[in-house]
């Protein structure tokens, strides 16, 4: 079953290989829990989180804009999504609100997404990316 592939706590890889088969269709319901364990990019397996969320760029977007809009209080979980997983992307995201929320985080941010430096992510995907 394909929720049995999502990790169990901070240091479990167990299942890297099989998440990295699946296609866009079979990961697509387990994406949020998945962009759960990027939250803290210090957890060992964000690092491989990262690696196999970045293989799904269109499905992923999806679930993208709530996660970087003002109201989402995490703002570490934002810059960790923009300087850990966007910058590994081959195109910037299709969905054109997500862009426009990723451009008001570096014109516009939050205290939150300041001090948590989502605006400087931001600013350095900008400037490399679009």
Known sequence: MIKDLIPKDKFDTS???ELMSLNDNE???IIPELLEWI???NWPVSEYIIQVLSRHQCIVEKYLLNLLKPEQKDDEWKRNIIQYLTTKWASCP???KI???IRRIAKNPTDGERLEMADTAVKEYLNCHV
């Open 15 to 17: 299942s890297f290989k």
């Open 27 to 29: 990961i697509d319901v």
């Open 39 to 41: 939250q803290d990019m």
């Open 94 to 96: 299709n969905d054109t």
């Open 99 to 101: 862009t426009a929320e």
